[in-house]
């Protein structure tokens, strides 16, 4: 692509006038011209491409954090089912105990104890659960932000596309002007 890019720049510098006008043989002038333009054309071409990199690696930065936002949260289902089945023994453990110490399990003691532990399991589920929202919604944003990350990067190219293209053509002018081109010149 770059050298059908400056194939072509080469193949309309006769279309420039050398100087003195002649337009048969253009001269370095008008090839000058020809490649200034060419490498601006190759250069905005180049900082496109990069924005589009760019915002093809924020998008999957993206997909890799709500990947993990959603494995936080599987995790932490995972971690409940397991703390509930461990509370769950334990209590069926301690049950067992008193029972077989001849101790009545419906006494408020027993009953406080028992009430007391189930009531502390589901506070760890409470509080895996919190935590697990915690860092998949930290994960979430952090994926929004590298969007916004690949939208940007986009724009800049964009702008610094725009930027290329306005200064090659101000260096081209300026370039064949220097080399004495005529019809460069704001007043012929």
């Known amino acids: 692509m770059v050298r059908d890019i400056l194939w072509n720049a080469l193949l309309f510098a006769p279309l420039f006038a050398a100087p003195g006008g002649d337009t048969q043989h253009a001269g370095p002038a008008a090839a000058y011209v020809a490649i200034t333009i060419a490498a601006g054309v190759v250069k905005s071409i180049g900082a496109i491409q990069s924005g589009k990199a760019a915002q093809r690696q924020a998008r999957y930065n993206a997909q890799i954090s709500l990947q993990a936002a959603y494995d936080e949260r599987r995790r932490a289902e995972s971690k409940i089912t397991d703390t509930r089945r461990q509370a769950s023994l ?13 101790i009545a399990l419906e ?5 406080g104890v028992l009430a007391d532990s189930k009531a502390m399991a ?21 994926a929004e932000s590298q969007l916004y990350g690949g939208r940007i ?3 800049q ?4 596309m725009y930027g290329t293209l306005l200064q090659t053509g101000a260096q081209a002018i300026g370039g064949y002007q220097a080399m004495g081109g005529k019809g460069a010149t704001w007043s012929n």
């Open 157 to 160: 190219a964009r702008y610094q």
């Open 122 to 142: 589901e506070l760890d589920v409470l509080r895996i659960k919190s935590d697990a929202e915690r860092a998949a919604w930290g994960l979430e944003a952090k």
């Open 153 to 155: 990067a986009r724009s």
């Open 90 to 102: 334990m209590t069926g453990a301690a049950r067992a105990s008193v029972g077989g110490s001849g």
């Open 107 to 111: 006494s408020r003691t027993v009953g």
